[in-house]
């Protein structure tokens, strides 16, 4: 099993549209979770932190589930400029190494 | 006043060659890392330096050796290129090792022929 998966789509949407994606982990003394964006051919950057009380940016919602293990990611009103590859990511247990887990990602493809 | 930076961004070699890649940030941050994405896009940690001591040493074949001059350089230089090393290798750095934000420079597309 891998330690972060996700659905690697591609989730094609509308403009305006509300997509969500989902994301599960492994290892439960993982201690914290991000998410971050990285677009065609670029490099990866931070797109929001995820808390245990789930955090709002915006039209971006993040949900952290530490039961079932399991982070998901809101995006409302879609706009065209979202469209990229959405990577979840674990902070493992690790002796304060700043190691992170990178999931495949998931591509989001939002039409005219 | 890029923050992270690569060179060179693209590196097309033949196998058997070595070849190193380099990377500065001027943020000042003190822990800086060498991921691999490779073509089905995992981004995988293999190096990570702290003030210049190595924290992170992943199961990376000892043909890459990381080098890390001061707090704000880590080169990668990879000895007897091989084909399954053509990546997209990312450098990043953060401002300590805890689990906090990691800036990405922009990559080096390494193609080994």
């Known amino acids: 099993r891998k330690e972060v998966e996700q659905d690697p789509g591609p989730f094609n949407v509308p403009e305006g549209a509300t997509v969500a994606f989902n994301c599960t982990y492994s290892n439960s003394a993982s201690q914290s979770f991000f998410w971050y964006r990285q677009d065609c051919r670029k490099e990866p950057k931070l797109l929001m932190s995820v808390y245990s009380s789930g955090n709002e940016d915006g039209r971006f919602t993040a949900q952290l589930n530490r039961a079932s293990q399991y982070i998901s990611l809101l995006i409302r009103d879609s706009k065209l400029s979202d469209s990229a590859t959405y990577l979840c990511v674990v902070a493992p247990f690790s002796g304060n190494t700043g190691k992170l887990i990178f999931g495949q990602g998931t591509t989001l493809q939002v039409k005219p | 006043d890029t923050a992270v930076s690569q060179t060179p961004k693209y590196l097309v070699t033949q196998m058997g060659n070595d070849k190193s890649i380099k990377c500065e940030q001027n943020l000042g941050h003190d822990t800086m890392y060498w991921y691999k994405q490779d073509s089905k896009k995992f981004l995988k940690i293999m190096f990570s330096?702290?003030?210049?001591?190595?924290?992170i040493n992943e199961t990376v074949p000892n043909r890459f050796s990381p080098k890390s001059p001061d707090k704000a350089h880590l080169n990668l230089h990879i000895n007897s290129l091989e084909l399954g090393d053509s990546a997209v290798y990312f450098c990043a750095s953060s401002l300590s090792r805890g689990p906090e934000t990691q800036y990405f420079g922009p990559g080096t597309r390494l193609l080994v022929l």
């Open positions: 330096y702290n003030n210049k001591e190595l924290i």
